[in-house]
């Protein structure tokens, strides 16, 4: 399958424990089960994709960090990995990033000016930004050309994405005008109970943000998944890997033009 151009997507929240790095695997995984040549970034110091892939972050000798300040050509770091996906890993060097970072000029541009070299080799490039809104999380909203919100449906899901938004408003305006926010994932859904809704309606009302069909609904699988080191999506026909690979579809499609599917809350 091709695509007429590179599509970087990001999936950003401040909030640990949403699910970005479960969706940003999952859907590498489902795309690159398509035949889609998929490159995911790694850009959380504590490197739970990199482990989630195969490869742990302890015993790397070179990591997205070195190519962020220019001590490392990108093509020199990236790893195969047994989902088929290409990955940039990260170490617990990358949280030294962000100071080092901090003293140059153009630093919110170092992971784009890196991708740039390597992005004709990929059909789709996913983000999985790390747990704060600070430098790193800058660089991989300037580096994409659209950005996810994952929402975990259970407790207190608005908390931060108002200035979530804020920051991705200030990149729209300062270093990515091209930016374009697609909406929520809804994570950890539960069907059975109005929660779920009630939670979603209440932040995607709030804050006028669409929410992506469909909703990934909670499963055990996944936790077992990232705790062993093995992706969610090999093997196994759970309902989140299926909602996943739906998801990953929808997104798919709209990179070849449709408009991307909505879901609809019923309340
Ligand atoms: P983040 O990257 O936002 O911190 P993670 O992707 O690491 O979030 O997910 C946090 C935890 O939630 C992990 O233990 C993960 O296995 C678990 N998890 C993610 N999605 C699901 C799901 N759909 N069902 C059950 N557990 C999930
Ligand atoms: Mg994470």
Redesign the pocket.
């Known amino acids: 399958m091709v695509v007429a151009m590179t599509r970087t997507l990001a999936i950003a929240?401040q909030?640990?424990?949403?699910?970005?790095?479960?969706?940003t695997a999952s859907i590498g995984a489902a795309l690159a089960d398509e035949d889609v040549s998929v490159l995911v970034v790694d850009l959380?110091p504590q490197g739970?994709l990199t482990f989630s892939l195969g490869h742990d972050p302890d015993q790397l000798t070179k990591s997205v960090h070195d190519v962020l300040i220019g001590a490392e050509d990108i093509a020199d770091v990236l790893l195969d990995t047994d989902d088929n996906v290409t990955l940039l890993p990260a170490t617990i060097d990358l949280a030294g990033a962000e100071a080092l970072l901090l003293m140059r000029p153009g630093r919110e541009y170092a992971l784009k000016r890196a991708l740039a070299e390597v992005a004709q080799d990929y059909d789709v490039v996913l983000i999985?930004c790390p747990?704060s809104l600070g430098v790193l999380t800058l660089n991989g909203l300037t580096a994409a050309d659209e950005v996810v919100v994952?929402l975990q449906c259970e407790t207190l899901a608005h908390r931060g994405v108002g200035q979530l938004l804020r920051t991705v408003t200030e990149v729209q305006q300062i270093t990515n005008p091209d930016l374009k926010m697609l909406g929520a994932v809804a994570?950890?859904f539960d069907a059975r109970t109005t929660h779920s809704r009630d939670v979603l309606s209440d932040v995607s009302d709030r804050y006028a943000l669409p929410v992506l069909d469909p909703p990934?609904?909670?499963?055990?699988r996944?936790?077992e998944?990232?705790?062993s080191g093995a992706s969610v999506m090999r093997g196994r026909k759970n309902k989140?890997a299926t909602a996943y690979r739906d998801l990953a579809d929808n997104l798919w499609q709209s990179w070849n033009g449709a408009d991307v599917r909505t879901y609809e809350l019923e309340i």
């Open positions: 929240n909030k640990g424990g949403v699910a970005k790095t479960t969706t959380d739970c999985d747990p994952p994570t950890l990934i609904p909670r499963t055990v996944f936790a998944a990232s705790a989140g």
